[in-house]
């Protein structure tokens, strides 16, 4: 199994970035996908999950209202839109799968991650 996340870069307060998680091993509609950040010197930070099968969505309060996270089951994809962006989202952005369809709270269930994409909001 292996995750693939991509999209991230430079973009100026206010802007937007699509982030991509493409999976490959695995179906993105048997597993929660979920998306972290993590700034240097600090603990990871779960943001966002869609869960498998159903799709349902969760969101951190960091994020809620302007990120959004969708799941293209043809594409074997995870896209994380990310509008109103502000300095600090800055941080590298990892995606992660749960073994199971439903997203958790708990790193310790994610059983795969992607490599990271970086992240910078310029103010």
């Known amino acids: 199994v292996q995750l693939q996340a991509s999209g991230g870069g430079l973009v100026h307060t206010g802007g937007s970035l699509r982030l991509s998680c493409a999976a490959s091993g695995l179906t993105v509609d048997d597993h929660a996908i979920g998306w972290f950040r993590q700034v240097p010197g600090k603990n990871r930070e779960g943001i966002s999950c869609i869960g498998g099968r159903y799709g349902e969505t969760y969101y951190a309060d960091s994020v809620k209202g302007r990120f959004s996270i969708v799941r293209d089951n043809a594409k074997d994809t995870v896209l994380l839109q990310m509008n109103s962006l502000k300095p600090e989202d800055t941080a590298v952005y990892y995606c992660?799968?749960?073994?199971?369809?439903?997203?958790?709270?708990?790193?310790?269930?994610?059983?795969?991650w992607g490599q990271g994409t970086l992240v910078t909001v310029s103010s």
């Open positions: 992660a799968a749960v073994g199971g369809p439903k997203c958790s709270d708990h790193e310790y269930q994610y059983d795969y």
